[in-house]
């Protein structure tokens, strides 16, 4: 029997959701000028952290995706793996059509199936994500849909020894507003000029106030890049200076279809491309005689990085999962005083 006061108790658990939509609305449409959003992720006992990172990835395991994530469940089980970084253009050609998009299982959920893969993912956006409903990459539902899935425009990950910066890049770039063959879903950014100001201030304050022992800053779009994209100039005008100032360790992204190391020659940052993740351009590449490249490989891929208190060691793998590229980087441990 349906009395008064379960009707009454119904009606009020409805208002309740409901106002829980509002305020998940509100904080996907709505712009935030305070400090950026703060994640946790623990180290190993042994004080150690290891994870892979992938972009430009979702093509319904097409274009050797299937064959990449095959290689990152086995690189991620001999690793131990705390976590995958996605480093945005999540869902091809254009995005998502909105929350219940079935290219969301099966781009991520069906095609990343390895028991080592079933760790949580820390995502960026794409311009191709924008191109779609960028607002549902954001949403909760997917978390519900699949609880690995944290995606966010930008964000704080502290894991104690490294601090991860996340940083939406795609409203940088001027030519996106203007491109008459494409329609990006702007909700949340615009007015852009004021997204962006507040966008690098609360960066430069996470990276400010970061005591990490590691500063990691992880967009889509390359600041240095020998790829069919290339450069990109907003970032280095806007961005770069401040990771410049802060001391930041690396930069990663994707964009560019391929997997590349450049060394910075005016400063201690290393930049690195992990766009592999499918669909590739073979021999779309530019000045191979660059002095600060370091490895540049023309095919799909992902990237492997172990850190500590006193060292980092990343490596980039193809598609059979060789490994193609390795590098290290000491850290002395500051001496009590």
Excluded at 39 to 49: A, C, Q, R, T, V
Excluded at 194 to 223: P, Q
Excluded at 235 to 243: D, F, N
């Amino acid at each position: 029997m349906v009395t008064m006061a379960s009707m009454a108790s119904h009606f009020r658990t409805r208002a309740m959701d409901l106002r829980c939509l509002v305020v998940v609305f509100c904080a996907v449409l709505v712009p935030s000028f305070a400090e950026l959003q703060r994640f946790e992720h623990p180290i190993k006992s042994d004080g150690s952290l290891s994870f892979l990172v992938v972009g430009d990835w979702g093509r319904k395991g097409l274009y050797n995706q299937s064959k990449v994530a095959f290689q990152m469940g086995r690189i991620g089980e001999r690793l131990d793996i705390d976590f995958v970084i996605s480093t945005g253009d999540n869902f091809y050609d254009n995005g998502l059509e909105g929350v219940y998009d079935p290219a969301f299982r099966e781009s991520f959920t069906k095609v990343y199936t390895a028991k080592s893969l079933q760790k949580q993912w820390y995502s960026v956006l794409g311009n191709h994500d924008y191109r779609g409903d960028a607002v549902a990459q954001l949403s909760p539902i997917l978390r519900k849909i699949d609880k690995r899935w944290l995606c966010l425009r930008s964000f704080i990950l502290d894991t104690e020894i490294v601090d991860f910066i996340f940083v939406d890049t795609t409203p940088f770039v001027d030519s996106y507003f203007v491109e008459p063959d494409h329609v990006y879903d702007w909700r949340g950014v615009e007015p852009r000029r004021t997204y962006v100001s507040h966008l690098l201030k609360d960066v430069e304050l996470a990276l400010r106030k970061s005591t990490a022992k590691w500063k990691i800053v992880v967009g889509h779009h390359a600041i240095r890049s020998v790829g069919h994209h290339g450069d990109t100039p907003e970032l280095i005008k806007y961005l770069l200076p401040i990771l410049k100032a802060n001391n930041v360790d690396l930069y990663i992204n994707g964009h560019d279809h391929c997997l590349e190391h450049i060394a910075s020659l005016d400063s201690s940052i290393q930049y690195l491309t992990s766009g592999g993740g499918s669909k590739a351009w073979r021999g779309d590449i530019e000045h191979r005689d660059n002095d600060a490249l370091k490895f540049v490989y023309d095919g799909q891929g992902f990237m492997s990085m172990k850190m500590t208190q006193t060292g980092a060691a990343f490596a980039f793998y193809d598609v059979v999962g060789k490994v193609l590229h390795k590098w290290k980087i000491p850290r002395q441990l500051q001496s009590a005083v």
